[in-house]
């Protein structure tokens, strides 16, 4: 039998129902499996392996939506890192079918897969974790910080609802003013700092 892109999302988590991932909505967030970067701080470290059980296939995440149609707003795709999985746009695309807005949390660790499935989304909190420079103390990862401000360029030029978080760490406190003013400068109007979550 062959199997479709979307049946291969690896989900590693569920939550029916927030108010605060996807700002002014009622939403669901699907966890994806995986991320490649190790950031020190990173409070979902059992997604980074994309090893972990499949809490659900995807004809249950989609029972699921259609029994919460007419009660909540959007569906949030969280992660890890959703963008590296390859079923992410048809999976975002279905849900978008069934009359639900579509969020995306990302780190942009991979600005042309992104590209790929901003035509399907209506939101997007993206992590900025410091200027260029600042990422592979963060993240682990040489290149990292090129590969996520490349992705905010690429949400800002498609114009997809932006909302840019940084992590409050103390390697940062030094940079915190030229961030910023960069990221004002390239355009970005709402900027949230956020604290470290135990
Ligand atoms: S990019 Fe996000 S999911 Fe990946 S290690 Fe960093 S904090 Fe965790």
Not at 25 to 38: E, M, P, T
Request: proline fraction near 5%; glycine fraction near 10%; include cysteine.
């Amino acid at each position: 039998m062959r199997q479709t892109a979307e049946s291969n999302l690896r989900i590693g988590g569920l939550t029916p129902l927030t108010t605060i991932d996807y700002p002014g909505q009622l939403a669901a967030v699907l966890f994806c499996q995986g991320c490649s970067w190790r950031c020190h701080y990173c409070h979902n470290a059992h997604l980074q392996p994309m090893t972990s059980e499949n809490i659900m296939q995807w004809d249950q995440v989609r029972a699921f939506l259609d029994r919460r149609r007419g009660l909540l707003d959007a569906v949030v795709f969280s992660g890890g890192e959703p963008t590296l999985q390859a079923g992410l746009a048809d999976a975002m695309a279905q849900v978008r079918a069934m009359g639900f807005k579509v969020g995306l949390h990302t780190a942009g660790a991979y600005p042309k897969r992104l590209g790929r499935v901003l035509h399907v989304t209506d939101w997007v909190g993206l992590d900025i974790k410091g200027l260029p420079s600042d990422y592979p103390r963060i993240t682990g990862v040489p290149g990292s910080g090129e590969a996520a401000w490349e992705s905010l360029d690429r949400i800002l030029a498609a114009n997809v609802a932006l909302e840019v978080r940084t992590t409050m760490v103390p390697e940062l406190e030094a940079s915190l003013p030229s961030l910023k003013t960069r990221l004002e400068r390239v355009g970005v109007r709402h900027h949230r700092l956020q604290t470290v979550r135990a």
